[in-house]
């Protein structure tokens, strides 16, 4: 359900004013960004949501399940900053846990809200439902404990004002999710502690220590001015580290190259004059991976190198010509490590330092030629995914955000073009099939002034479907494209069996069926150019303002080249034999 603001009857006149739990931890959620907050009610968080709805500047957003509202207030975060989620004690939180897991994994500060036990319920040795029998309620803390930076348990009001604002500062600072418990019997209760208005929450700033910072500009740029060949790529710890302008900053000042990683595609502006494209080893963009790794210096910043990153291990990347900027640490080739400063200051410091140097741009522009336009499907001739995208990347602006599905959509949405402003995400590190459906609804809620672009495959729609509910519910007008190729292609790709076959749904009957004409919502199934045309078209004139559902049927074994190389290489690395004993 998408709350009213009007005031539940169940909370007491003189609580809705001040003076009480929910409404001290609603003024904080409102205080920091957050506008929309995702949730599935269970008995244990009644009330509290109660005080939420009663926030004027709060909208409550019931989703279908725990799983999507995690992954909802996960893209949320995408957009805003910060995002937040509210379930049940245990079968929520454990439901929920796997979408905290990859915002701990993406640094996305996310708060997690838990409506927990009455506090008069804590130390009894009592059995509770909703938990796995057992008199200790810790067990989901335990959980928690692993993937979130802060974990308050509140079933006590004289300290509960600090644990909230500890929590949700502490998520801020490192941008992380956090984990508030809060006691079901608690929230409407006036306590003294909550009696005026709270102090705005302070941030204190951080600053680089000085002399380190010196020193490692020093011996960076010595590194760098000896070098012929250098380049800059991007990674996914800029965003964490706010380094975006200051990484442009020294594009512009040296004349380097510039590459990103996949998952720091979006984060730096691909109409620079300097963008060469997506450094991915073996599957980077055409001429890109070539000049990263004949440069003989290079320089990462916030870089995350994994299996998936690193395609298997196969980069081609040395130590000693790497300087790894990471968001307060410096290292410089073979040679010292800088600690206790900040990659932006590091960043906007270097540009200051460094000889202009365009060697390694003027070998791209030689090498350089232009991809191949898809060929044209002939009339009724299958539609083929290379043409899809095709036309995906003529809907792109910068009032467009791309959300891209774990699975083929990775490789094929690496090779769009990104016009200024336009938003794209996706999560590598973690890659949880059916993180795009929640993700798209919290991104599109959060980010109103565009109109959100997914991608997803049909094995991983099937693993969250059912929030395209409250996409409709709230009004939304994304353009969902499902892929519809019969199974877990990017699986297929690493190991093929049985197991990566699924059941063929009737897609666009699904979702008129949710649709249950209430709201707006169009759908469209295209297996030809000629009809994908005219749904892009009906879905970006008079649809404009529906959810768009485009389901697209291609051959099942039609996957981008990169998903081929890719997937044989990570098998490989999956596949090595143990070590000798």
């Not at 250098?230 to 380097?256: H, N, R, T």
């Not at 200024?420 to 109103?448: D, P």
């Not at 150019?529 to 004139?541: D, W």
């Amino acid at each position: 359900m998408v709350a009213t603001n009007q005031l539940s009857s169940n909370i007491h006149p003189k609580s809705t004013f001040g003076g009480t739990l929910g409404r001290h931890l609603a003024k904080r959620l409102v205080e920091v960004g957050v506008k929309d907050i995702f949730s599935v009610p269970g008995d244990f968080n009644l009330t509290l949501l109660d005080h939420l709805i009663a926030e004027p500047e709060l909208n409550l957003i019931g989703c279908c399940n725990e799983l999507n509202a995690g992954y909802a207030a996960d893209g949320y975060a995408r957009a805003k900053g910060v995002g937040a989620c509210v379930v049940t004690f245990t079968v929520g939180g454990l439901s929920i846990i796997n979408a905290i897991a990859g915002a701990y994994s993406e640094n996305l500060p996310v708060i997690c809200i838990v409506g927990g036990p009455n506090s008069n319920d804590y130390g009894t040795n009592r059995i509770l439902h909703h938990t796995i029998g057992l008199p200790d309620f810790s067990q989901e803390l335990r959980c928690f404990q692993t993937v979130t930076c802060v974990q308050v348990v509140i079933n006590n009001l004289d300290d509960a004002h600090e644990q909230i604002d500890h929590a949700i500062s502490t998520a801020l600072k490192e941008s992380k999710p956090a984990y508030i418990s809060i006691s079901c019997n608690l929230p409407a209760i006036p306590h003294p502690t909550f009696g005026r208005d709270p102090v705005p929450l302070f941030f204190a700033p951080c600053v680089s220590n000085q002399l380190e910072l010196e020193a490692a500009v020093e011996a960076a740029a010595e590194f760098l001015n000896k070098a012929v060949k250098s380049v800059i790529i991007g990674g996914p710890k800029l965003k964490v580290a706010k380094a975006q302008k200051a990484f442009v900053e020294l594009a512009d000042a040296s004349g380097y190259p510039i590459a990103v990683m996949p998952s720091c595609k979006g984060l730096v502006p691909e109409h620079h004059p300097h963008f060469i494209g997506t450094y991915w080893g073996a599957v980077s963009t055409s001429f890109c991976g070539e000049i990263v790794e004949s440069a003989d210096a290079y320089i990462f910043a916030g870089p995350i190198f994994n299996d998936y990153s690193s395609v298997g291990y196969s980069f081609l990347i040395k130590k000693e010509k790497t300087i790894l900027v990471e968001p307060n640490r410096v290292s410089v080739g073979d040679g010292p490590s800088f600690g206790g400063i900040f990659m932006d200051d590091f960043l906007s410091e270097l540009a200051k330092k460094l000889k202009k140097n365009s060697t390694s741009m003027d070998n791209y522009r030689r090498i350089f030629i232009p991809e191949g336009i898809p060929l044209k499907c002939e009339n009724g001739e299958p539609l083929r995914v290379n043409v899809l995208f095709k036309h995906i990347q003529g809907m792109l602006s910068g009032n467009t955000a791309v959300i891209a599905e774990t699975g083929d959509s990775w490789f094929n949405c690496q090779k769009l073009n990104l016009p200024e402003n336009c938003g794209y995400e996706f999560q590598m590190q973690y890659g949880s099939i059916g993180w795009s459906v929640g993700a798209t609804l919290g991104y599109a809620q959060a980010a109103k002034n565009k109109r959100v672009i997914a991608c997803i495959g049909d094995g991983s729609f099937q693993v969250t479907a059912q929030d395209v509910s409250t996409m409709i519910r709230c009004g939304q007008k994304s353009i969902i494209f499902l892929i519809n190729n019969g199974g877990y292609t990017i699986e297929v790709a690493i190991h093929d069996g049985p197991y990566n076959v699924i059941k063929n749904w009737n897609y666009t009957g699904l979702v008129n069926a949710i649709h249950n004409g209430e709201g707006k919502c169009w759908t469209a199934k295209v297996q030809t150019e000629e009809q994908l045309i005219e749904a892009i078209a009906t879905a970006t004139s008079e649809q404009k303002d529906s959810l768009c559902f485009i389901e697209v049927l291609v051959h099942k074994d039609d996957t981008s080249k990169e998903l081929l190389e890719w997937g044989s290489k990570v098998s490989s690395a999956n596949s090595r034999h143990p070590n000798p004993q």
